[in-house]
Nanobody, 124 residues
Framework: QVQLVESGGGLVQAGGSLRLSCAAS????????MGWFRQAPGKEREFVAA????????YYADFVNGRFTISKDNAENTMYLQMNSLEPEDTAVYSC?????????????????WGQGTQVTVSS
């Protein structure tokens, strides 16, 4: 059974940084493409970043604009999202997702495995 557990969320001031982690178990980690998505209250879930199975190729939403970095440590079964220069508009629940059928997809429907999410709140 695949399990994804996010951590690292919290409250930060605008301009600050956070590093989210997604620890995976029950899967061959290097065989899964993964992604980060977020959902703010009253808004649709949106793509943030995705990474290929090998971790060698990353994809980002336009709004990231160089502020976030996604990475994947296949030896530690963990994916990360380093978020810098955070803005109040980044406030949302961030969830990680994984699927063996994709290698860096921005569409949430491509992912069959999801974590429970971690809250990120950016104050102005």
């Amino acid at each position: 059974q695949v399990q994804l557990v996010e951590s690292g969320g919290g409250l930060v001031q605008a301009g600050g940084s956070l590093r989210l982690s997604c620890a995976a178990s029950g899967l061959t980690f290097s065989s899964y493409g993964m992604g980060w998505f977020r959902q703010a209250p009253g808004k649709e879930r949106e793509f943030v970043a995705a990474i290929s199975k090998s971790g060698g190729t990353a994809y980002y939403a336009d709004f990231v604009n160089g502020r976030f970095t996604i990475s994947k440590d296949n030896a530690e079964n963990t994916m990360y999202l380093q978020m810098n220069s955070l803005e109040p508009e980044d406030t949302a629940v961030y969830s990680c997702a994984a699927d063996s059928r994709v290698s860096g997809s921005s569409w949430y429907g491509d992912y069959s495995n999801w974590g429970q999410g971690t809250q990120v709140t950016v104050s102005s």
